[in-house]
Antibody
Framework: QVQLVQSGAEVQKPGASVKVSCKVS????????MHWVRQAPGQGLEWMGW????????KYAQKFQDWVTMTRDTSITTAYMELNRLRSDDTAVYYC????????????????WGQGTLVTVSS | DIQMTQSPSSLSASVGDRVSISCRAS??????LNWYQQKPGKAPKLLIF???SLQSGVPSRFSGSGSGTDFTLTISSLQPEDFATYYC?????????FGGGTKVEIK
């Protein structure tokens, strides 16, 4: 079965970086784009960007352009999201989500999600 | 960026009620609209894709409609397990923005 298993909770100081991993199994890693979504405590969902695991190509939300990096390691079927220059308002649960283009229209939906990784930024 | 606005932000309903949640886009997004359900402490779950297509395994009491800028998620007969927060998401642009969410609570 399809599984996306994320790394554990992190506590980081302001100005530091954090790298969250998303290990997949149960499907061909390079066949589906991987997206990252975050959710601050008590808030809604915020889309951050995607990575094409096949090519390594990325697209980031404008807000995150200069301080997020999404990468992957196909040999271990793992996607990564690194956020730099952390601030207290980056405290959130970070999710990876598989994007499936059900109708082959180039417009996917997120059909499988990781369990989420809580990143706490505090001095 | 395309802005997605959901209404109401919360609602109270009883088991068996028919519930409708609205999602409005700041510009036309054709039918490229997905709906998700999220329960506390859990990852979101896909319910509806491309405005009206039901994801496999999702009960048929959930339905989606709309196109252009106005969309609706309807739960025909609310069940106890449906109390959750619901989000819409547009995939028309390459910035996949979510709506602010609608929390469905027990009346």
């Amino acid at each position: 079965q399809v599984q996306l298993v994320q790394s554990g909770a992190e506590v980081q100081k302001p100005g530091a970086s954090v790298k969250v991993s998303c290990k997949v199994s149960g499907y061909t890693f390079t066949d589906y784009y991987m997206h990252w979504v975050r959710q601050a405590p008590g808030q809604g969902l915020e889309w951050m960007g995607w990575i094409n695991p096949n090519s390594g190509g990325t697209k980031y939300a404008q807000k995150f352009q200069d301080w997020v990096t999404m990468t992957r390691d196909t040999s271990i079927t793992t996607a990564y999201m690194e956020l730099n220059r952390l601030r207290s308002d980056d405290t959130a649960v970070y999710y990876c989500a598989r994007a499936k283009d059900f109708l082959r229209l180039g417009r996917p939906a997120f059909d499988y999600w990781g369990q989420g990784t809580l990143v706490t930024v505090s001095s | 960026d395309i802005q997605m606005t959901q209404s109401p932000s919360s609602l109270s309903a009883s088991v068996g009620d028919r519930v409708s949640i609205s999602c409005r886009a700041s510009q036309s997004i054709s039918s490229y609209l997905n709906w998700y359900q999220q329960k506390p402490g859990k990852a979101p779950k896909l319910l509806i894709f491309v405005a009206s297509s039901l994801q496999s395994g999702v009960p048929s009491r959930f339905s989606g409609s709309g196109s252009g800028t106005d969309f609706t998620l309807t739960i025909s007969s609310l069940q106890p397990e449906d109390f959750a927060t619901y989000y819409c998401q547009q995939t028309y642009s390459n910035m996949f923005t979510f709506g602010g969410g609608t929390k469905v609570e027990i009346k």
